[in-house]
């Protein structure tokens, strides 16, 4: 973390329109708090190298959110174009300037007239909030430490895992604060067929033999906006192809380096793993390069990529 905590202006857009932060609320009976029956994003705004702001991939992040709302019947209303511009005009009344996370959240409200209660899709009426805070990065590049979690990734029969639904991160919750028990930062789980799945709130990549492996998004993972753009940047930036295979807990293991991959996280180094070294437990070559060119991208420091940076405001 940066240090500095909140203290932006305190607005949301919630049902429609700016208010206050205090004034964004859900009443105890939404159907969302009771079911989990809600969808989300996490999009981070960067200050850029000519000192103005930045979202990255918003439009990519939206897209998802609209595919995750389809999954849960939410109408959210608005097209990916509509709230990419909602999110800029949401950064720039609470005067945003540095590092900002935005958290925008569909989801199932109340029952409409004449239905039943019980938990179900149709028959209830759906929502949109942003909201948005200061934040800077808060992983450790000198390495986390992850345990492999004894919680299973659901199957995406058992859960659409795909989708970003809030009630499926009862899982991860549950995953993290077993690590965090057992004195490791981060979780990485497995799917129901024993294979790497993703971490807590991260994708999963591996320098395997030499080459540079994520599992498939048939491994029950939601498939991040931070670990395509590393895919890319890996092959453009670095002439590195991404083989995209099942990872056991035994190639972790005998990996020569472990990154993990997400929007909040941006890509962090895995030293260790159970409790053993990865590699020679120092971030490895291709993680530290990929780093770097991730930082430069979400900057604008590599004009090549300009066209993933939404501007808030020049500098
Ligand atoms: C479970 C899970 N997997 C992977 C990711 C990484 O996704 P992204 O890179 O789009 O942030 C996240 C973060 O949103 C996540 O919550």
Redesign the pocket.
Known sequence: MTGKSPAIAALAYHDGEFVPLERALVPVTTQALQYGTGVF???RAYVQVDGGLAIF?AH??YR?LLRSSRTLRIEVGKSAEELCDLTVELLRRIEATEDTYIRPLAYKRALLPGERPGVQLLGVSDALSVNAFRMGSYTDPAGISCSIASWRRPASDVLP?RA?VTG??VN?ALAVDEARAAGHDDAILLNSRGHVA??????VFAVVGGRLVTPPATAD?????????VVTLAADLLDVATDFHDLGRDDLLNADEVFL?????EIVPVTRIAGRNVGDGVPGPLTTALMTAYQDVVRGKDRRYHHWLQAVHPA
Request: charged share 30%; aromatic share 4%; net charge negative.
């Open positions: 994003e996490g999009i991939r990519d992040h998802r895992v970003k499926g991160y991860n993703e971490a807590s709130t991260s994708n993972l939601l498939e991040g906006i931070t670990r395509d753009t991959t997400g929007t909040g996280s």
